[in-house]
T-cell receptor, first 109, second 114 residues
Framework: GQNIDQPTEMTATEGAIVQINCTYQ??????LFWYQQHAGEAPTFLSY??LDGLEEKGRFSSFLSRSKGYSYLLLKELQMKDSASYLC??????????WGAGTKLIIKP | IAGITQAPTSQILAAGRRMTLRCTQD?????MYWYRQDLGLGLRLIHY???????GKGEVPDGYSVSRANTDDFPLTLASAVPSQTSVYFC?????????????FGPGTRLTVL
């Protein structure tokens, strides 16, 4: 079956760095997405990786290892507004997104 | 209209009633999707449409139907609502259904079936 695993909840301190991990098992693979979702709101796109390596976009970076079925989202210089759920999703061979349950990130002052 | 809209924002519905959730986008995106989001579970695809005039079943299609008469609109119908359909429903769209195409989400409809 197809499966996405990510931690349920993480806590970090304002100004620090946090890494949110995601492992995936899908029928075929056409890329890995990260979305941010604030409570009560819609998910919004953060990043897309299809090749191995690190993609940096401001304070946020995303890494992919296709051979390990593994990705992480790295958030630097954490701000209170980064408190949200972070959703990992893999695009399968039918170009359908398989979603993880999300990681709730709590930022403490 | 800017982006993707959904209506209603929230709804309480008696079991057995018929309900249509509306979704409209003005980005001329070809692909559209309906998801449900339940606590502790990832977004689950209900139905999708790769282009106007075509639809397909997702992971959890039972009890739901969709139509795609034009590019902009993608309504989701619950023919006879049941309590297990209580959820937050998100409509999304993307330029196409292939790789590299991020999905844009509407604000969601919170549905409670009693």
């Amino acid at each position: 079956g197809q499966n996405i695993d990510q931690p349920t909840e993480m806590t970090a301190t304002e100004g620090a760095i946090v890494q949110i991990n995601c492992t995936y098992q899908t029928s075929g693979f056409n890329g890995l997405f990260w979305y941010q979702q604030h409570a009560g709101e819609a998910p919004t796109f953060l990043s897309y990786n299809v090749l191995d390596g690190l993609e940096e976009k401001g304070r946020f970076s995303s890494f992919l290892s296709r051979s390990k079925g593994y990705s992480y989202l790295l958030l630097k210089e954490l701000q209170m507004k980064d408190s949200a759920s972070y959703l990992c999703a893999a695009l399968d061979s039918n170009y359908q997104l398989i979603w993880g349950a999300g990681t709730k990130l709590i930022i403490k002052p | 209209i800017a982006g993707i809209t959904q209506a209603p924002t929230s709804q309480i519905l008696a079991a057995g009633r018929r309900m249509t959730l509306r979704c409209t986008q003005d980005m001329r995106h070809n692909a559209m999707y309906w998801y449900r989001q339940d606590l502790g579970l990832g977004l689950r695809l209900i139905h999708y449409s790769n282009t106007a005039g075509t639809t397909g079943k997702g992971e959890v299609p039972d009890g739901y139907s969709v139509s795609r008469a034009n590019t902009d609109d993608f309504p989701l119908t619950l023919a006879s609502a049941v309590p297990s359909q209580t959820s937050v429903y998100f409509c999304a769209s993307s330029v196409s259904s292939g790789s590299l195409n991020e999905q844009f989400f509407g604000p969601g409809t919170r549905l409670t079936v009693l």
